[in-house]
């Protein structure tokens, strides 16, 4: 059957773009292709607690092609298709996910088919004669550094929406107003309350001097889907609000970007008992960068602090701020094991062009937990349930929280553009387990006093745009 329906969106495809009499079509393609290795990645030291097995290596190819054609469809309007394959080489079937701990972000959109749509959509301007465009289909929302709100390139998968959006833009000021369907459950019976929803308003005020101010107001709400984790005892709806502003410029050489973002709401108790949990929830990032006139190679420094904050033990209100759907993969760390979630991290990176077509970046960053009490949470903003790496309530065993601190992790990442039209870009990194990750790997997972050990991560990944 899911071949049946590949088959037919691209049977669909192909019998739009052949026919160049009743619109203009233009197509254009990508071919990726990433090689990855990694070892270490559960912690565990293997040869004390696992008789020298290799059960937390991997190692594979990730391959991903897309296909995009953009046509009119009137003066004022476009479609938009991309179909999209995605597989891990010598897995039968289909593996659109990544694998291993680089594992893809929530309620990721693309359906799981081997070839399926990763973008469909209509896009009129000048709708109805006002100066307001209509986008509505299967679209990636991307907005500001995509801490909350990203496609998420970076996975093979990538991530879209099933969305409408209402875009306004002058000279002053760009403004977006969206809902999107990140789950349905009613589309043949059943209660229509039980769908999960996302909308949200963007605004990006333009008139401030060399820079740009973001101000923005998010909803989600699931109705009964548990598409958040559980809280106060299995509560299975939630209503969240996020209220957040960006501002992004540059002064004397220096650029910088700082966001802060508040969130409140509330997850509903589960039916039989209980009360509601109140959201109070807060985060914020701030980076700059300067780039040295007349360094050597291009020579940039910089640095950033990122924060958000965690639940304590004591508290009686959801205090762990939710990311959303975040590209995460280049903002804190590139080994992904950390997200915009219960987290204080900084960093500082160096960077430089050794040639016009040769690019050379150098990060190190630390990571804590804003509460000890609370879990460890992913790039994917997942953490896990007690007993776990992640988990929340670690104890050592004179009783008292696990320490917060959490381990520093080292980039190094290479780009160097082979054409016009291929890039090969190259990475190794390794996390260094600091106090507080080895004593969840001893007392919570391990319950004795075992060594840990260090993940370490490579890749290599081609791209190819035509």
């Not at 939710?322 to 219960?342: A, C, E, R, V």
């Amino acid at each position: 059957m899911k071949r049946f329906w590949a088959l037919a969106i691209a049977m669909a495809a192909l019998a739009v773009w052949t026919v160049p009499a009743l619109a203009e079509v233009k197509f254009t393609g990508e071919y990726r292709l990433r090689a990855e290795q990694a070892s270490g990645t559960d912690f565990f030291d293997d040869a004390e607690d696992f008789g020298e097995t290799d059960a937390d290596n991997i190692a594979f190819y990730g391959q991903r092609v897309r296909l995009t054609g953009v046509g009119t469809a009137g003066d004022d309007a476009t479609v938009k298709i991309t179909l999209q394959d995605t597989r891990n080489w010598g897995v039968s079937g289909n593996q659109a996910a990544d694998s291993g701990p680089y594992v893809d972000g929530p309620a990721l959109t693309d359906s799981g088919n081997t070839l399926d749509l990763h973008e469909a959509f209509l896009q009129i301007n000048k709708f109805f004669g006002t100066p307001i465009a209509l986008k509505v289909g299967r679209q990636e929302l991307v907005y500001g550094d995509q801490r909350l709100i990203g496609s998420f390139g970076w996975s093979n998968q990538g991530r879209s929406f099933d969305a409408l959006k209402l875009m306004f833009s002058n000279d002053t000021v760009n403004v977006d107003a969206f809902t999107a369907k990140i789950e349905e459950n009613n589309a043949a019976a059943g209660d229509s309350t039980d769908d999960i929803d996302f909308h949200g308003i963007y605004a990006t005020i333009k008139s401030i001097p060399n820079n740009t101010l973001d101000v923005y107001g998010l909803l989600y709400k699931d109705n009964g889907s548990a598409g958040l984790p559980a809280w106060s005892g299995g509560a299975v709806k939630a209503e969240v609000n996020t209220y957040g502003a960006r501002l992004a410029g540059n002064a004397v050489g220096v650029d910088y970007t700082a966001e802060y973002a508040l969130q409140s709401g509330t997850f509903e108790a589960p039916t039989g008992g209980g009360s509601d949990t109140d959201v109070d929830a807060s985060a914020y990032a701030i980076k700059a960068g300067y780039t040295i006139p007349n360094a050597p190679v291009g020579l940039r420094v910089g640095a950033e602090y990122d924060y958000a904050s965690g639940t304590d033990a004591t508290s009686t209100d959801m205090e762990t701020f939710i990311q959303l759907f975040p590209t995460n993969h280049d903002k804190y760390g590139t080994m992904d094991q950390q997200g915009w979630s219960n987290m204080k991290a900084w960093n500082v990176n160096v960077s430089a062009k050794p040639t016009p077509k040769l690019g050379v970046r150098l990060d190190y960053w630390n990571f804590a937990l804003a509460e000890e009490a609370d879990g460890w949470y992913s790039a994917a903003g997942t953490s896990g349930a007690a007993g776990t790496v992640r988990g929340a309530g670690c104890l050592v065993p004179s009783g008292s929280d696990c320490d917060a601190k959490i381990g520093t992790e080292v980039d190094v990442t290479v780009n160097y553009k082979y054409s016009d039209a291929i890039a090969i870009q190259a990475g190794v990194s390794r996390f260094m387990a600091g106090t507080g990750l080895e004593e969840r790997v001893q007392w919570s997972v391990l319950d004795t006093a075992a060594d840990t050990e260090d993940m370490d991560w490579m890749y290599v990944q081609l791209t190819a745009n035509f």
